[in-house]
């Protein structure tokens, strides 16, 4: 897939979701998902640097874009040439293949049995049945001609939805089809992934200068929480920005305090989905190979 294309996999699912029903979404969180993104960074060292070739493997899926953990450990994977949304178990193993036309990008649980969708080709959301792979639309962005939209993201009572194509970020009220989208910045250039840090701000990943911004939803004020290239997805947890850094071919850490940017991983061709595991490990997606390895955070 080409750079304008590039997917985004939110990795993790929030505890609470306004609106659904309580039971049903504290059973759909994975478990580091409560604890991991919010609270100062006290003492973390990050380890040295490796290759992505010499990580763990844990499966292979051609054509690997977007990656999402569901609230079972399940790993649902997006590819967007071949039109497939793959689930696998949480060893890697296949468990079922759907089919979807539009281009399939970025996944949000919903519930235990659905997730939000992202598919680019028709710029749209949609919520899928993970039993019957069935879709029902749920937001309807405006396409222009380029690229649709990426990945999404979850904060309490909001989906969050980098509009790619207009090149803003939008918010839309949770449970699905409670009311439209919200625009709460602009001039973003590509965002490619959204999630929220715990503070009220929002992370955003952009493929273009400065890679990471900080949007304040409250005022649509935009700052650069780093200088890279161009990002693809990123995961929060502890004041460190995880994110894929397709720019440069590696998975780096962010220091938010500081805008310091760690090498975690490097090699990663064409780097694009990011998730983090209950156990805090990550999966990390090189759409070039195909391969999804396993990564430690800081």
Same mark, same amino acid.
């Given at each position: 897939?080409?750079?304008?294309?590039?997917?985004?996999?939110?990795?993790?699912?929030?505890?609470?979701?306004?609106?659904?029903?309580?039971?049903?979404?504290?059973?759909?969180?994975?478990?580091?998902?409560?604890?991991?993104?919010?609270?100062?960074?006290?003492?973390?060292?990050?380890?040295?640097?490796?290759?992505?070739?010499?990580?763990?493997?844990? *499966?292979?899926?051609?054509?690997?874009?977007?990656?999402? =953990?569901?609230?079972?450990?399940?790993?649902?994977?997006? /590819?967007?040439?071949?039109?497939? $949304?793959?689930?696998?178990?949480?060893?890697?193993?296949?468990?079922?293949?759907?089919?979807?036309?539009?281009?399939?990008?970025?996944?949000?649980?919903?519930?235990?049995?659905?997730?939000?969708?992202? /598919?680019?080709?028709?710029?749209?959301?949609?919520?899928?049945?993970?039993?019957?792979?069935?879709?029902?639309?749920? =937001?309807?962005?405006?396409?222009?001609?380029?690229?649709?939209?990426?990945?999404?993201? =979850?904060?309490?009572?909001?989906?969050?939805?980098?509009?790619?194509?207009?090149? /803003?970020?939008?918010?839309?009220?949770?449970?699905?089809?409670?009311? +439209?989208?919200?625009?709460?910045?602009?001039?973003?250039?590509?965002?490619?992934?959204?999630?929220?840090?715990?503070?009220?701000?929002?992370?955003?990943?952009?493929?273009?200068?400065?890679?990471?911004?900080?949007?304040?939803?409250? !005022?649509?004020?935009? !700052?650069? *929480?780093?200088?890279?290239?161009?990002?693809?997805?990123?995961?929060?947890? /502890?004041?460190?920005?995880?994110?894929?850094?397709?720019?440069?071919?590696?998975?780096?850490? $962010?220091?938010?305090?500081?805008?310091?940017?760690?090498?975690?991983?490097?090699? =990663?061709?064409?780097?694009?989905?990011? *998730?983090?595991?209950?156990? +805090?490990?990550?999966?990390?997606?090189?759409?070039?190979?195909?391969?999804?390895?396993?990564?430690?955070?800081?």
């Amino acid at each position: 897939m080409r750079m304008m294309r590039r997917g985004r996999l939110w990795a993790a699912v929030l505890p609470a979701l306004a609106g659904l029903a309580l039971s049903a979404i504290s059973s759909a969180a994975p478990p580091v998902a409560a604890a991991a993104r919010t609270g100062p960074l006290v003492g973390t060292a990050c380890p040295a640097p490796v290759s992505f070739s010499s990580l763990p493997l844990f *499966a292979h899926v051609n054509g690997a874009d977007d990656i999402m =953990v569901d609230s079972s450990g399940n790993v649902w994977v997006s /590819n967007v040439g071949d039109h497939q $949304v793959t689930e696998l178990s949480p060893t890697g193993a296949v468990v079922h293949v759907f089919t979807d036309e539009q281009d399939p990008e970025g996944m949000a649980q919903l519930s235990p049995t659905t997730i939000a969708l992202a /598919n680019q080709l028709s710029d749209q959301v949609v919520v899928f049945d993970t039993t019957t792979g069935g879709s029902t639309l749920w =937001v309807q962005l405006t396409p222009n001609g380029h690229p649709g939209v990426d990945g999404i993201g =979850v904060e309490p009572g909001m989906l969050l939805v980098p509009d790619s194509a207009q090149g /803003n970020l939008d918010t839309v009220p949770l449970p699905p089809f409670s009311g +439209g989208p919200t625009t709460v910045a602009t001039g973003l250039g590509r965002p490619t992934d959204a999630t929220p840090v715990g503070d009220g701000t929002l992370l955003v990943s952009v493929e273009n200068p400065p890679g990471l911004d900080r949007v304040n939803p409250a !005022t649509g004020a935009v !700052t650069a *929480a780093a200088d890279l290239k161009s990002t693809d997805d990123v995961v929060y947890s /502890n004041g460190i920005a995880y994110v894929a850094d397709n720019g440069n071919g590696t998975l780096s850490a $962010v220091t938010l305090a500081s805008g310091t940017v760690t090498t975690l991983v490097t090699g =990663v061709t064409e780097a694009q989905g990011l *998730a983090m595991r209950a156990d +805090g490990t990550f999966l990390v997606v090189s759409e070039a190979t195909g391969d999804i390895r396993v990564a430690t955070g800081c």
